[in-house]
């Protein structure tokens, strides 16, 4: 009398492999969505200034870079051999109160509490990025929002502009545990209602 459960444990598998491909690809297109970077563009003064931070959610504690392409806000044109110097400020800090400000950027391996950190963002000359792009790696060491004034400085003159980043806690990967409890626990209900259909074809007992 197994044949009748032969098409229910078909069915059963067909629903864990579909929610197992859903729940693997919500999962691959967070992360992706994560690894698009978060992008933001103002001008200030004769700069026109775009800027990536990556990944899109900074973690605190946890490496990102910054990327700015500084172009001439009059012609488009790049602008190269800049002097640019970013100073992170935490605006509001999400752990009781604390509103240090200690960022960590590329040269700057430790820095007082009670100050802004500079981080000089580096031109870039290779040949992939585009002219006028600059970079920094920087490490937010408390969650929260924070305030980067960024200092350009080239013939055209000095100016600054500030661009907010969003700190979150550091923590695991929610979404693929979430992925993986659910699928044991479906595993768990597959198994309940084969084990009970077995029993009642066989009469009660396995």
């Known amino acids: 009398?197994?044949?009748?459960?032969?098409?229910?444990?078909?069915?059963?598998?067909?629903?864990?492999?579909?929610?197992?491909?859903?729940?693997?690809?919500?999962?691959?297109?967070?992360?992706?969505?994560?690894?698009?970077?978060?992008?933001?563009?103002?001008?200030?003064?004769?700069?026109?200034?775009?800027?990536?931070?990556?990944?899109?959610?900074?973690?605190?504690?946890?490496?990102?870079?910054?990327?700015?392409?500084?172009?001439?806000?009059?012609?488009?044109?790049?602008?190269?051999?800049?002097?640019?110097?970013?100073?992170?400020?935490?605006?509001?800090?999400s752990d009781t109160g604390n509103k240090s400000s200690d960022m960590s950027g590329m040269g700057n391996n430790a820095a007082g509490m009670d100050k802004p950190v500079e981080t000089v963002l580096r031109e870039q000359v290779d040949m992939n990025m585009e002219p006028g792009s600059y970079m920094a790696d920087v490490n937010f060491k408390q969650p929260g929002s924070w305030m980067q004034a960024i200092s350009i400085s080239s013939p055209l003159g000095q100016s600054t502009v500030n661009f907010p980043v969003n700190v979150v806690k550091s923590g695991p990967n929610f979404i693929f545990i979430g992925s993986v409890a659910g699928l044991i626990v479906l595993a768990g209900i597959i198994a309940a209602i084969i084990k009970k259909k077995k029993i009642a074809e066989t009469g009660g007992t396995l």
């Open 1 to 93: 009398m197994n044949y009748s459960s032969k098409p229910i444990k078909k069915v059963f598998f067909s629903i864990a492999l579909l929610l197992i491909t859903l729940l693997f690809a919500s999962n691959n297109l967070a992360l992706a969505s994560e690894a698009e970077g978060t992008k933001q563009e103002q001008d200030a003064g004769p700069y026109h200034v775009f800027l990536e931070t990556q990944p899109g959610t900074i973690a605190a504690n946890e490496a990102a870079t910054i990327t700015m392409i500084v172009t001439n806000k009059a012609d488009g044109k790049a602008v190269t051999g800049a002097k640019i110097i970013s100073q992170a400020t935490m605006e509001n800090s």
